[in-house]
């Protein structure tokens, strides 16, 4: 059965660092991976997705996931965090190979940012 | 950029009472689905569906809940007889394949 770990509840980090947003998952096939973003009162948007082609997965608004098989990790990653980017990010697994349309979801990460 | 719509925004209730959550889903997509997030909770699967049927259902979707695309344009979610319990948000999303869907920006029950 798959499931996602999302290591840190909240993230906090200043204007202009480096965001780092920590996800492991467990998957008995092949997964797809995503992360989705959700704004205060606004819907779940999806930000990346990973399906088996490069490891290293380009998103909106600057952010990049690398796949990691070995270490079962798909951490979000950002060179310069921006005040705009503060919200609460799911990382998400879903079975490709299943007929089982399910997207399983993290518990979330809240990423504060500081002036 | 076309997205996917939901009504009400907040649904407050008495329990034992119906309720219907309607979303409108993107034009062109054929997989439609429900999700709901209990306050501190994860994001859990409800339902999906395709081809005017569903195709998969979690062990919440018992027989209170219900969906329906009753014109080709919206699809609905019914709880039948709302719990205290269901008090949740309530994301509908729809996708072109079965991947990576778009979501609403989803609907608050409030059970009272």
């Known amino acids: 059965a798959q499931s996602v770990t999302q290591l840190d509840s909240h993230v906090s980090v200043s204007e202009g660092t480096p965001v780092l947003l920590r996800c492991n998952y467990s998957?008995?096939?092949?997964?797809?991976l995503f992360w989705y973003v959700q704004h205060p009162n606004k819907g779940l948007q999806l930000l990346l997705k990973?399906?088996?082609?490069a490891t290293l997965v380009k998103g909106i608004n600057g952010f990049e996931a690398e796949f990691k098989k070995s270490e079962t990790s798909f951490h979000l990653t950002k060179p310069s965090a921006h005040m705009s980017d503060a919200a609460e990010y799911f990382c998400?697994?879903?079975?490709?190979?299943?007929?089982?349309?399910?997207?399983?979801w993290g518990a979330g990460t809240k990423l504060i940012i500081k002036p | 950029e076309p997205e996917v719509t939901q009504t009400p925004s907040h649904q407050v209730t008495q329990m034992g009472q119906e309720v219907i959550l309607r979303c409108v889903p993107i034009?062109?997509?054929?997989?439609f689905y429900w999700y709901r997030q209990i306050l501190g909770q994860k994001v859990e699967f409800l339902v999906s569906?395709?081809?005017?049927?569903?195709?998969?259902k979690s062990e919440i979707f018992d027989d209170q809940f219900s969906v329906e695309r009753p014109d080709g344009s919206n699809f609905t979610l019914k709880i039948r007889s709302t719990k205290l319990e269901d008090s949740a948000m309530y994301f509908c999303?729809?996708?072109?394949?079965?991947?990576?869907?778009?979501f609403g920006p989803g609907t608050r029950l409030t059970v009272l």
């Open positions: 998957s008995s096939y092949s997964p797809s």
């Open positions: 569906f395709y081809n005017n049927e569903i195709s998969e």
């Open positions: 999303a729809s996708s072109v394949v079965a991947t990576s869907p778009f």
């Open positions: 998400v697994v879903s079975d490709q190979y299943s007929s089982n349309y399910q997207l399983i």
């Open positions: 990973y399906t088996s082609a």
């Open positions: 034009s062109n997509h054929l997989y």
